[in-house]
């Protein structure tokens, strides 16, 4: 009888050590298996045939796996008709143009209908452009036409949090995902960053220097910081803008050189693609990795004369950007240039071929 139970009490002792060795092998292997990248993707200005590109790049943004979508700002030009709205005469379509009034009562509407709604499902977060405060268009106006995409669930908790008494939408924001801090800037008018603004920025940045879970910030605004190769088209523009600018330039620089953290900044605004933005003397031995991508269907500019082979600059393009995170926070980004092709083989059905080429060959300076 005793050997009995101690042959049972050998083999439990057996099965209790086999047990244990497969339960460390696996923590082991969870331990050693890497997190895996992922990706969010990035453009802005979709103005004046943004109907007919921006669903290519959301058919792109899908296929891409991107986690959500960020759009820089300048949905709809609004001081004039978009051509995706009201073509151009000359193209012999026999359409009668738009009356002001009823293309500034669609405008916004006919962007979330077009631009948006091929997203699906995607996560998108939405930046206010200086086109979304032309006159009549107003910031007011703005927050409460864009409301469901400034008031979702994360938004709304990430506000909270920072402060329980906000309960009030603001045209900027923030919100985390995966150890990163995206940070949503509103620079649509010259008197932005405003006081209120900046202290909520500095409030941003300092829990995230504080914070030993927060390894990277990206940063995205509408017009690009101050001292920028695009200076000419940035908030170097106005005294306040230059000012705030260069402020907001500053504390981000801490961020990385004296927190250690990786930054990167992203605008649009000028309708081309740029990278290496702030390799410019205004920064001399304080660049922050920055990129233009103003490339969403608004009318393409010509590029700064200061832009050199470093800056891989293109105009005369359509396209995103689909920026990959590594596990430890590191951000790379490559731009995903449209071909007529691909234009063609998503809005081709929905609008007439005259005016797709007449948007990939003819609308830009």
């Known amino acids: 009888m005793l050997r009995e139970l101690a042959t049972r009490y050998s083999r439990f002792q057996m099965r209790c050590w086999f047990g244990l060795i497969l339960l460390v092998g696996c923590a082991l292997l969870a331990q050693d298996r890497p997190a895996r990248s992922w990706k969010f993707a990035v453009s802005g200005d979709s103005r004046n045939c943004g109907d007919i590109v921006m669903p290519p790049i959301a058919a792109g943004v899908h296929k891409s796996g991107a986690a959500f979508y960020w759009h820089l700002g300048d949905f709809r030009a609004i001081y004039r008709l978009d051509e995706d709205m009201s073509p151009p005469l000359d193209l012999g379509l026999h359409n009668k143009p738009l009356d002001t009034r009823t293309y500034l009562r669609e405008a916004w509407p006919d962007f979330i209908a077009h631009q948006i ?6 996560p998108i977060y939405l930046m206010m452009g200086n086109h979304e405060a032309v006159l009549p ?8 036409q864009f409301a469901d995409w400034l008031e979702t669930p994360i938004l709304r908790a990430q506000r909270l949090k920072d402060d329980p008494q906000d309960h009030q939408l603001h045209a900027y924001y923030h919100w985390m995902e995966r150890n990163i801090d995206f940070i949503s800037l509103d620079n649509s008018t010259i008197d932005q960053f405003d006081p209120d603004q900046m202290k909520w920025l500095h409030a941003v940045i300092g ?12 940063v995205g605004m509408h017009e690009a910081l101050p001292g ?11 005294l306040l803008g230059d000012k705030s600018g260069r402020e907001a330039y500053a504390a981000l620089w801490h961020a990385h050189d004296a927190a250690h953290k990786r930054v990167y900044v992203l ?54 950007t689909i920026a990959t995170v590594t596990p430890d926070g590191d951000v790379s ?6 071909s007529l092709d691909e234009i063609r083989a998503i809005s081709g059905q929905a609008y007439p071929e005259p005016l797709i080429r007449w948007c990939y060959e003819n609308n830009h300076q």
Do not use: C
């Not at 268009?137 to 409460?144: G, H, Y």
């Not at 829990?207 to 990206?218: F, G, H, K, N, Y």
């Open 117 to 122: 709604v091929p997203f699906g499902d995607l």
């Open 137 to 144: 268009m107003t910031r007011e106006a703005w927050l409460v």
């Open 207 to 218: 829990r995230d220097e504080a914070s030993s879970e927060i390894r990277t910030i990206v």
């Open 228 to 238: 920028s190769i695009s200076r000419e088209h940035s908030m170097g523009e106005s």
């Open 267 to 320: 605008a649009s605004h000028s309708h081309y693609y740029m990278d290496n933005i702030f390799e410019t003397g205004d920064w001399k031995g304080k660049v922050l990795p920055g990129w233009i991508i103003g490339t969403a269907g608004a009318q393409r500019h010509k590029l700064p004369k200061e832009a050199t082979p470093a800056q891989h600059a293109q105009t005369n393009v359509y396209g995103y």
């Open 333 to 338: 980004f490559a731009f995903e240039r449209l």
